[in-house]
T-cell receptor, first 116, second 113 residues
Framework: AAGVIQSPRHLIKEKRETATLKCYPI?????VYWYQQGPGQDPQFLIS???????DKGSIPDRFSAQQFSDYHSELNMSSLELGDSALYFC???????????????FGQGTRLTVV | AQSVTQLGSHVSVSEGALVLLRCNYS??????LFWYVQYPNQGLQLLLK??????LVKGINGFEAEFKKSETSFHLTKPSAHMSDAAEYFC???????????FGAGTRLFVKA
């Protein structure tokens, strides 16, 4: 079965550079989530999109932005990178159930970003 | 606001022994509860979930969890640990109609031979 695809799997950037992470959700899933997991930390919610519109926002820095495109894939854009941005970035997707019921989120393998 | 507390950042059991990973939540409304497992350098894999209905839910790899509203708990258990169960386990909560899942800090499970 198709899973959530994230690219690239690994990315090395220098401070103050920009990075773009891509996420391709499971086909027919309408909701995409972005999480940041620092070393030894639990995943922290950044932002989510439902039907191409931002649906919720967490602890996402102003230097970061994201969007969901017409084909439902999503991109996380990160500018002015800092050393502390080094982390594993997960994308997840889900299908909103009837009357707003929650279904589980399926996670991608993540993109490991290293800022040097 | 909802939150998730996992008791014990590390749990060590012997192979064949009972696994018990504790999770308590706080939420102003009935939440949906999940357990995810993460192997090293891997993504998060859903073990099991509770939404409505039966409070004892069974998941993959022999794991199960019981939703106890009175105790606001959702502990994860497995009768007999296997070496392959060694991983990080995250309890998570989502509110009805919510768009974000809040994770606990995680519990790393070690399995000794």
């Amino acid at each position: 079965a198709a899973g959530v695809i994230q690219s690239p799997r690994h990315l090395i950037k220098e401070k103050r550079e920009t990075a773009t992470l891509k996420c391709y959700p499971i086909p027919r899933h309408d909701t995409v989530y972005w999480y940041q997991q620092g070393p030894g930390q639990d995943p922290q919610f950044l932002i989510s999109f439902y039907e191409k519109m931002q649906s919720d926002k967490g602890s996402i820095p102003d230097r970061f932005s994201a969007q969901q495109f017409s084909d439902y894939h999503s991109e996380l854009n990160m500018s002015s990178l800092e050393l502390g941005d080094s982390a594993l970035y997960f994308c997840a997707s889900s299908l909103m159930g009837d009357r707003g019921s929650v279904t589980e989120a399926f996670f991608g393998q993540g993109t490991r970003l290293t800022v040097v | 606001a909802q939150s998730v507390t996992q008791l014990g950042s590390h749990v060590s059991v012997s192979e064949g022994a009972l696994v018990l990973l504790r999770c308590n939540y706080s939420s102003s409304v009935p939440p949906y509860l999940f357990w995810y497992v993460q192997y090293p350098n891997q993504g998060l894999q859903l073990l099991l979930k509770y939404t409505t209905g039966a409070t004892l839910v069974k998941g993959i790899n022999g794991f199960e969890a019981e939703f106890k509203k009175s105790e606001t708990s959702f502990h994860l258990t497995k009768p007999s640990a296997h070496m392959s169960d060694a991983a990080e386990y995250f309890c998570a909560v989502t509110l009805t109609g919510g768009f974000k899942t809040i994770f606990g800090a995680g519990t790393r499970l070690f399995v000794k031979a």
